[in-house]
Each structure stands twice: as structure tokens, then as C-alpha cells.
């Protein structure tokens, strides 16, 4: 069972009150997601292809993510999440932006990774991803929104034009 911290709107832990993942979250709580963008020191993006056992199964997604635990932070959550989905290791983050959603009842705080990673050595995790690439700045923007997973990661993609 996977439990997380409640949040509201304002991005406070609701004291006294958690979350298990699979139970309807009531309006005004929220839990934390992390998305992290993984950018190499040579300009291309790391795009990952979702296990077709998933939901959005086939689509790329422009960043590593997930929900973070009962206690973790933002940081500890993207960097967990970053080495359990791309096998890279990394702990400078930068946070770029958050954006909540009522409807998911989730606060996504949105992370940028610039590395130096080896770009052949991704570790692709079980039931999560099946194929991941590298594209520059150019494809990456210009890929159309039924290739990305949500609207959502479309969006954070424009910004950063």
C-alpha cells in the first residue's frame, strides 16, 4: 500500500490526514507529484515510452515522475523518482515550476535535470517504460499532443520556448 502525504490548496500539509493511492481523494486535498525533465549537457532531451500495459500505453513522456511518499519533500521525490525510472543519479534539481489539478486532485512540482549522464546507460524500470530516445530542443517542441502522454506536459514543454 502506497501512502502519501495530504496537501491543500495552498501547497500545506493537511496535518493528521494521509492518503493511500487507489482510495477517491476528497475535493480540497491533494498529493504531490514530481515530474522531472532530464536535459544532457549537450542540448538533447530524454524522452521515455510508456509500457503498453499502462495507461497512454505507447506514448512518450518528456519526463521521469511519480507520486512522492508520506513524508518525502519535492527534491526527494524527483530524485527517487528519476533514478528509479531513468537509472540516472542525480541530486541538483532545479525546480521550474507547479501547476495544481483539481480534477486529479494533484500538485505537480516540475523539475529540470541538466547531466552529463551517459546517454546509452538509461535504465528502463519494469511496467513503466519500454524504449527511451534523446531529441533535440527542435523535436521536442515540435511534437504534436497525441505523441506527449498529457496536455498537461505539452504545456510545460511551451514554456520553456
Request: some cysteine; glycine content about 8%.
Amino acid at each position: 500500500m502506497e501512502i502519501w502525504d495530504a496537501y491543500n490548496c495552498n501547497f500545506e500539509k493537511v496535518e493528521g490526514k494521509q492518503l493511500v493511492r487507489g482510495v477517491k481523494i476528497e475535493d480540497g486535498l491533494f498529493h504531490l507529484v514530481c515530474d522531472i525533465l532530464v536535459k544532457h549537457t549537450d542540448g538533447t532531451y530524454l524522452l521515455m515510452q510508456r509500457d503498453y500495459r499502462k495507461s497512454y500505453g505507447g506514448m512518450w513522456e518528456a519526463t521521469a515522475g511519480g507520486s512522492a511518499l508520506a513524508g518525502e519533500t519535492p527534491l526527494e521525490c524527483a530524485v527517487r523518482e528519476l533514478r528509479e525510472e531513468t537509472g540516472i543519479v542525480a541530486s541538483e534539481l532545479t525546480e521550474v515550476g507547479q501547476v495544481i489539478d483539481d480534477k486529479v486532485h494533484c500538485i505537480f512540482v516540475e523539475f529540470l535535470c541538466v547531466t552529463d549522464w551517459d546517454k546509452d546507460n538509461i535504465t528502463l524500470q519494469e511496467w513503466e517504460t519500454i524504449a527511451y530516445k534523446w531529441v533535440s530542443r527542435e523535436e521536442l517542441v515540435g511534437m504534436k499532443r497525441d505523441q506527449l502522454v498529457t496536455e498537461r506536459m505539452q504545456n510545460f514543454i511551451d514554456e520553456l520556448k
